[in-house]
């Protein structure tokens, strides 16, 4: 059990970091998960919230208590402000390079409200036209994080997983109640762990493929056999709808 939550625990880490979580209506258990931030952190984020109201930016967060630079350059960047003037508040790229942002966007003649608008037309062209390595070392910044920078104005306030596909509903399951045992579904990956693969099966509550459940043959790590987005085919094992987990399996299927 104790493996289990640790290995749980850092797959909700690996989601959270990835996707980001929104400041102004995360709870303190999730904001714990968010690099940088411990239990007494988040919960002085959420009072000083319920204390002031919404966050308007990024920067509101220094004036949370016992948040200090080291703390705020850890967890920033995992943390979306939708409310905020500022836009670049409601994407992933780190407040530290917001000026390296704005230099980028001016470079390639936007600004930006182009950003906050959707109006950045043709700019992974002008940045082929102009050379990655050139405009990356005009700007001051590595090539990978001029990549990161582009992927995030392109799509402010994305939400990556909107972008894997969507499972194949079976006509009549909607809800972990309609599940039973034996059945056949089609799901898709959301998250692979050291112990299995998370699937949605379009119930609104992943399930899990224990690692020994994804082959017929030995598998030594969940990646060997599948990753974040595969379409699979699962066998419903077990249902527990009070504790609201879901075990699935890929085998003799």
């Not at 002031?52 to 350059?73: A, C, H, P, Y």
């Not at 390079?97 to 230099?103: F, N, T, W």
């Not at 043959?217 to 060997?224: A, I, R, S």
């Amino acid at each position: 059990p104790k493996r289990l939550d640790e290995s749980l625990k850092a797959v909700v880490e690996d989601a959270v970091n990835s996707v980001g979580v929104d400041l102004n209506t995360a709870s303190v258990s999730l904001l714990q998960y968010v690099s940088g931030i411990n239990s007494s952190v988040a919960q002085n984020i959420v009072d000083y919230r319920e204390e002031n109201g919404k966050f308007k930016s990024r920067s509101e967060l220094m004036k949370v208590k016992r948040l200090g630079d080291k703390v705020f350059t850890q967890c920033a960047g995992f943390l979306r402000v939708p409310e905020s003037d500022n836009v670049l508040d409601n994407t992933g790229v780190h407040p530290e390079s917001y000026e390296a942002c704005q230099k980028f966007l001016k470079r390639l003649g936007y600004d930006i409200d182009d950003v906050k608008d959707r109006k950045l037309y043709n700019m992974e062209s002008f940045v082929k036209l102009l050379g990655e390595e050139k405009l990356s070392e005009e700007i001051g910044i590595g090539v990978p994080t001029m990549r990161d920078i582009i992927k995030e104005l392109m799509k402010p306030g994305r939400d990556p997983r909107e972008e894997l596909p969507k499972p194949i509903l079976m006509t009549g399951v909607i809800e972990m109640t309609d599940l039973k045992p034996g059945m056949i579904l089609n799901g898709t990956v959301r998250n692979v762990a050291d112990f299995g693969a998370f699937v949605d099966i379009g119930v609104h509550q992943d399930g899990l493929v224990h690692i020994s459940q994804l082959a017929d043959k030995f598998v030594k790590h969940p990646l060997d056999v599948v990753k974040v987005g595969d379409i699979v085919k699962v066998k419903v094992l077990d249902v527990d709808v009070e504790r609201k987990r879901i075990s699935l399996s890929m085998k003799d299927i």
